[in-house]
């Protein structure tokens, strides 16, 4: 199972973020690799990039991530 784990990671990256939320709260997060194709922006802010979606395995499903919030991110 380990070995099947390292296989799909290879071709699958996967990475931890830990994220401080609007709220404060902080935790962690196992992504797919970000892509600077799906950076977004923020009208009200005036900026054209402010932060990236990626899949969230935690919550099986798309997830916004402000560059701004993130504390760390690493491939795991």
């Not at 690799?33 to 935690?58: D, I, L, Q, Y």
């Amino acid at each position: 199972m380990k070995l099947l784990n390292k296989i799909l990671n290879l071709f699958i990256p996967r990475y931890q973020v830990v994220y401080t939320a609007k709220d404060g709260n902080t935790e962690m997060y196992t992504i797919a690799k970000p892509s600077h194709t799906n950076e977004f922006g923020n009208k009200a802010e005036g900026k054209a990039v402010v932060g990236f979606r990626s899949w969230c395995h935690n919550r099986q499903g798309f997830r916004s991530f402000r560059y701004d919030r993130i504390v760390s991110l690493n491939r795991v």
